[in-house]
């Protein structure tokens, strides 16, 4: 493969850890200069770092968040080939009644608002380099997720955003695609590790979910909704007959 994305830029939102910053090592080790977005700014600056990349601080749940990091990604390079929305989190919340709207706000700032500002931030130069975008969704995004039924939501949303989006960027030569990964070892699934493991579900481990991610993102492979669960291959999710 070599370096065959040098000369391109890739943005990884949520690229200080786990599966974000495993993707923004591949996308390096193929030569591509990245640009690792994160609200710890230490961990983007240690991730930047390690694959010579440019680090920069920002907290994506908050309106302006999403558009700044992409003004500064292209203000730094002047272009972008590769966008990886990947930074998410969890509500924590099951019971909607203990739920406060800052919260609601957050959730919905951080999983959804943040894939759809940085699309339309980052869609000119995308449009101009016939470049793409991978958005880390959720097997939650295709499934009910009782513990967490608001992440469950964004989830779903981004899953239909892209599958919407998918046919008319194509048109503007940009791919646009999804990754449903099941739960991944990470520090994300914090409290959840031990209900998993007690479930005896396996964990994916975080290279394999990368590795799905830059095939999906940079070679196009998959449709534009690629699921991951432990111990079967990566495969593209097909959408039910409605009706
Ligand atoms: N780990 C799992 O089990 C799992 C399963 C399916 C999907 N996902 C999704 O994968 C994505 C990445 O998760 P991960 O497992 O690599 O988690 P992680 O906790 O290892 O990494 C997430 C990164 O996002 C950053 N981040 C969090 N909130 C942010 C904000 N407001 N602004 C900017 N950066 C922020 C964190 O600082 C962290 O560096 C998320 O979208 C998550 O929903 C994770």
Redesign the pocket.
């Known amino acids: 493969m070599g370096a065959d994305l040098a000369g391109r830029v890739a943005v990884v939102?949520?690229?200080?850890?786990?599966?974000?910053?495993a993707v923004a090592e591949r996308l390096a080790a193929r030569g591509a200069g990245v640009v690792v977005?994160?609200?710890?700014g230490a961990?983007?600056a240690r991730v930047a770092a390690r694959v010579g990349g440019t680090a920069i601080r920002?907290?994506?749940?908050?309106q302006e968040?999403t558009k700044v990091a992409v003004a500064r990604a292209l203000a730094v390079h002047g272009r972008i080939d590769l966008v990886h929305l990947?930074?998410?989190?969890?509500s924590g919340v099951h019971d909607l009644a203990a739920l406060d709207v800052e919260r609601y706000r957050?959730v919905v700032?951080?999983?959804v608002d943040?894939v759809v500002f940085g699309i339309q931030a980052a869609l000119p130069s995308l449009v101009r380099e016939g470049g793409a975008v991978l958005v880390?969704?959720?097997?939650?995004g295709l499934t009910p997720f009782e513990l967490d039924p608001l992440?469950a939501m964004t989830?779903h949303a981004v899953v239909g955003l892209v599958l919407s989006l998918a046919g008319p960027l194509r048109e503007q030569g940009v791919r646009i695609a999804a990754?449903?990964?099941?739960?991944?070892?990470?520090?994300?699934?914090g409290a959840?590790r031990e209900m998993v493991a007690a479930g005896g579900r396996a964990?994916?481990a975080?290279g394999e979910?990368a590795d799905a991610a830059v095939a999906a993102l940079v070679d196009g492979v998959g449709g534009p909704v690629t699921v991951l669960l432990p111990g079967r291959p990566a495969h593209e999710h097909t959408v039910a007959e409605v009706g």
């Open positions: 939102t949520g690229g200080g850890n786990g599966i974000g910053a977005v994160d609200r710890d961990a983007a920002a907290d994506l749940a908050t968040g990947n930074a998410g989190m969890l957050r700032g951080l999983n943040a880390t969704a959720s097997v939650a992440y989830k990754l449903c990964p099941d739960f991944v070892d990470t520090g994300f699934i959840h964990l994916l975080v979910v």
